[in-house]
């Protein structure tokens, strides 16, 4: 850019090195952050947490204007993150016009310096794109992110970096110092996926999908994993919490045990019992038919012995 060429500012790139198999690299000036024609980006300007700079802008040279930290137009603004030491810059309603280079910058005694710069190409179908730029997981869990990539570049180089301390992971599997790993399968379809296992709080922040020199931002939150036994005021408790519920299962196992017990006693004393109450029931009916037939007979017995003595009368 005209500007900075001017004042002889020159962003170093310190190339290419692995470490734990991780590929790092600063020369992120290459880059270009392909948008959709209509769509929005957010862009994270990193600057030295140890010593702040006194301002923060972001420069177009599209105009070759200087937006400054904490300004909100309707399609552009730049807000100061200073807990996070960065600031980020959001474009909105991109349209073929904002293609063109950008630069984060910083002004640090009054002297100005570059601290990030890349080349923003707004495309109908864009290069490299990301389903979604804002992604959010738990401590120990996992996230998975997809890219796509033009034909263009199918066979160039796929990456997952982290824009923190510009550490990229190629295709394959990298297990990191973190106990976390990042896998990128690419289906050789004109998109790859990324798998980050093992999430941590240290997680948070903003990576890049790239495809050769072609990137487009994601941003990753990282919060806290939930309790599986519910909040406690006492963290002691928690082992407390699972001896109880050992002897409530226990207990409870106990008491279906006694229950089987019991009704193996039970169904023969009732089966008896109920046999018992039948023969008496029997036993009752017979004899009520019993003394009522005797009942009948004695009364015809009568009948008949009164019958016999009338006549004997008359003849008298």
Known sequence: MAVYAKKKMFYISIGFWLILGVECYSGWSNHVLTIKTGGSVTIPCRYDEKNPPQKKYWYSEYDQSKIYTNTSEENLSVIDHPDQSLFTVTMKNLQNKHTGGYSCAVETEGQPNVTYELHLKVQSAPDVSVVSSSISGHEGGNVSVQCFYSSGYQNELKQWCRYKDQSCYTVGRTETSQNSSVQISDDGRRSFTVLMTGLRLSDSGWFFCSSGEAMNPVHLTVTEAEPVSGPTD???????TGISKNKNKTDTEDQQIRNKE?????????????????????FTWKWTQRSKQDKHQNRERNDSRTSDAVPQIWQL
């Open 234 to 240: 006492n963290p002691g408790n928690s082992s407390e």
């Open 262 to 282: 019991l009704l193996s006693v039970w169904l023969p004393v009732s089966a008896a019992l109920l046999l018992l109450l039948i023969l008496v029931g029997v």
